[in-house]
């Protein structure tokens, strides 16, 4: 038994340094990456376009983010700052004000609108954003107008003077969210190692299998750009396996991942800031 035991101890002394040099260099691949990413510059943003509201029960119905406030400051609040139109339940209105839970009705008229009897949660936070600010906006709201930006959709709300005070974009990642399999990493086809990711873009988190480990990160969702997606703080175990590099290419594929699009209805691209498809995913159901 001594005699296994001593080169059990020996076979794991000699192998530790490898799979310590797999890690390292796993870890230097990623460090590198994410220099080059840093030094990338964004592209030059479209100009918006008005759109005409025929049918605001079709067009303005379902969850849109705030995103801007009065004299185009930004919104920074703990939690996402949303608003959902209800049209079907009696023009209510539900969200969050970036910290507590928002209810209330809507009253609409042609190109008026107006939000009365809101009720909130009353949970106290420390916002960038002052989620009495986001308030006090929305009971200014007189009048709205509907424009768009490549594919997004923006609700300029305004007060009775004309002027904007405030301004929603339509959530569109809802496509993004369930189970993938990794089908494509830079065109090379890797859908045989099974691969999997599960993203919810709501509570922006990814987690996923590799083959060799279980990965987990966030998600940040930047509402200004369309179909914008990141995933961020990224963690894999310590598992060292033939595939490692495998992972390691997803990891990075992900790390440079600033946008996603819909291909068709079980396909999705997740691209990089030049537009590149860094990854191709096939949507799957877990069983």
Known sequence: MRKYIVISLLLAMLLAPATMDARKKKDKKLEKHRVEVENVVADVEQPMREIAVTDPAKQLYGEWDIVMLRNKKKVYTKERAYLYLDFNGGNKVYGCNGCNTINGLFQLSGNSLKFVDFISTEESCHNVTNEKTIMHALADVRRYTLEAQYNAQYLNLMNSKGNVIMVLKRHNLDAMNGAWLVKEINSENVSELGMRLVIDAVMQTIHGDT?????????????????????????SGENDCERIDNETDLLLALETTVSCKRINQYEMALLDNKGNIVIMLQRITLR
């Open 211 to 235: 083959g060799c480990n279980i990965i987990n990160g966030i998600i940040t969702l930047d509402p200004t750009k369309d179909m914008a997606i990141q995933f961020e703080d990224l963690i």
